[in-house]
């Protein structure tokens, strides 16, 4: 049974920075590609970072580049999300979502099959 489960989330000031981290089972880690999504409340999933299954290639929207880091580590089945200098917008639930294909980049949540119950950033001063 596939499980996904985010943690890390929490309060922090705009500037601040925080480590989300996903701890994932059944199923092969490290045949599939992770992303990251999030849902700020009253508006849409937007996708917010994905990687490949090796961790070398990965990908970021626009709105987080710069200042967001994925990375995974395939030997203890975490992915993982490095957040600094957030801001008032970064507020949202977090979802790590699974790629549906194996050995693919999951560019969008369309092509995700599994995700967990999500951890909350809230960045306030």
């Known amino acids: 049974q596939v499980q996904l489960v985010e943690s890390g989330g929490g309060l922090a000031q705009p500037g601040g920075s925080l480590r989300l981290s996903c701890a994932a089972s059944g199923f092969t880690f490290s045949d599939y590609g992770m992303s990251w999504a999030r849902q700020a409340p009253g508006k849409g999933l937007e996708w917010v970072s994905a990687?490949?299954?090796?961790?070398?290639?990965?990908y970021y929207a626009e709105s987080v580049k710069g200042r967001f880091t994925i990375s995974r580590d395939n030997a203890k089945n975490t992915l993982y999300l490095q957040m600094s200098s957030l801001k008032p917008e970064d507020t949202a639930l977090y979802y790590c979502?699974?790629?549906?294909?194996?050995?693919?980049?999951?560019?969008?949540?369309?092509?995700?099959?599994?995700w967990g119950q999500g951890t909350q950033v809230t960045v306030s001063s």
């Open positions: 990687i490949d299954v090796y961790g070398s290639v990965t």
């Open positions: 979502r699974k790629d549906k294909r194996r050995f693919e980049v999951p560019m969008s949540p369309g092509v995700t099959d599994y």
